[in-house]
């Protein structure tokens, strides 16, 4: 939008926060953005581990279908509901609840996206700076050769050590904020530019290196082979979890991105083409690390230290694994800052909406308060690693402040929002709008569209969110 048309709308009491730097540049811009925030450390950590803990095909196969039935319907509804808005969330929510005469309190949602965003970057960056140690330690061969203990006191060493966890998770945050502080074109729309397109180069690369062991039909069948003896109720619900984790859905990012998005370009194959990307990227991840798995006869259901305890093993007997443990580091820190950049994003974002805070003091409050937040996380996995502060609720028994962190956001939150935007679009916003932004016209894709948002997608939301609540 121009500066003047900005002036010619200004006047409501909304209108004063008009983005000053609208519009992505292209579709293609966007699509780079918000696969850049879906692609990261849940495809390419969290992804393997759990179909390595849920036993492979059977679990890709519900997985892949959640990402389907569930996942690309909310994030069309996300993206809409933000295009619509065309401001940060909780003002894109103020403003449809205006239009549409809906309660005010559906700003509340917003809000929620904003503390979840808040919450997942402060242990976010901290992952991420395992990231960055990890690059360290393949370039300097440190994997070569190592025994399983080796690798494993490797990986306690690095938890144990507060002050090394900090310094990697400052690191980790002061990047993030130097390319959100540039703003969306000169800083976001740049990098990720690079980034993505570097990311998706060093997995195809690494898939090759895969391909090349004697174990990579074994990888292959582990992934696409469905034996649904090995499928539990608890992996389908974890399946339709992670769908929304590693869309970045359900916390208004998707809705922030939308926002930007040019009128004319087409929410619908747009958020088809971002999910692709990102269900891409996770399976190019597993293809590259289960043939390694078993090729040094490793066990897949290691859980979360799959990556960092795991793969370092193999990288140590391949040839060529200090290069390629480096590469595959370097991907995952890619992979975990552009995600980050859009944790940041939505943040800066309203803190710059409200009067009298530029981008530089808005990342500056943002950054550096969900460092400080980090702290805890940092502090988790030692000094506090007994810590249990909220050990008195039931669900909470036993989990340090990292583990309530996830557990809240991921279990409670972003199912919660996604049901929420699913709701919104479904049921309250106005149906006229909804078509025109859509832009399907009013036939049978349009209609089993709102079938799935009114009725599918919340149910199968409502049961992740009772059962993790349960
Ligand atoms: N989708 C990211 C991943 O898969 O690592 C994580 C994430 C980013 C979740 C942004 C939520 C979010 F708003």
Known sequence: MSEATQTATAGTVADDARHD?????????????????????????????????????????????????????????????????????????????????????????????????????????????????????????????????????????????????????????????????????????????????????????????????????????FLFAADFSKLTTEGVLSALGHAFFTLSLGMGVMLAYGSYLPKRVSIVKTAVTVSVVDTVVALLAGLAIFPLVFANGLEPGAGPGLIFQTLPLAFGKMAGGSFFGTLFFALLVIAALTSAISLLEPVVEWLEEQKGISRLTGTLIGGVSIWLLGIATVLSFNEWAEFHPLAFLPVFEGKTVFDILDYVTANLIMPLGGLLIAILAGWFMNKQAVENELDMGNGIGFKSFMFVLRFLAPAAVAVVFIYNLL
């Not at 002061?174 to 998706?200: Q, T």
């Open 21 to 221: 730097n609208p519009m992505w540049s292209s579709r293609l811009a966007f699509i780079l953005a918000a696969s850049g925030s879906a692609v990261g450390l849940g495809n390419i950590w969290k992804f393997p581990y759990i179909t390595g803990e849920n036993g492979g095909g059977a679990f890709v196969l519900v997985y892949l279908l959640c990402i389907a039935v569930v996942g690309i319907p909310i994030m069309i509804a996300e993206v809409m509901i933000g295009r619509r808005g065309g401001r940060s969330p909780i003002n894109t929510l103020r403003i449809i609840a205006d239009r549409d005469k809906l309660n005010p309190r559906w700003k509340l949602l917003g809000w929620m996206g904003i503390a979840a965003s808040f919450l997942i970057l402060s242990f976010y960056s901290v992952i991420g700076g395992w990231a960055i140690n990890y690059v360290g330690h393949a370039a300097s061969g440190a994997f070569a050769g190592a025994s399983s203990d080796a690798i494993g006191s490797m990986f306690g060493g690095l938890l144990g050590d507060a002050s090394s966890l900090l310094m990697w998770h400052t690191l980790f945050m002061v990047a993030v904020m130097m390319i959100v502080v540039r703003g969306l074109k000169s800083g976001m729309e740049r990098a990720i530019n690079i980034l993505m397109p570097a990311l998706f180069l060093l997995l195809l690369v690494l898939v090759g290196y895969a391909a090349s062991t004697d174990e990579f039909s074994k990888g292959l069948n």
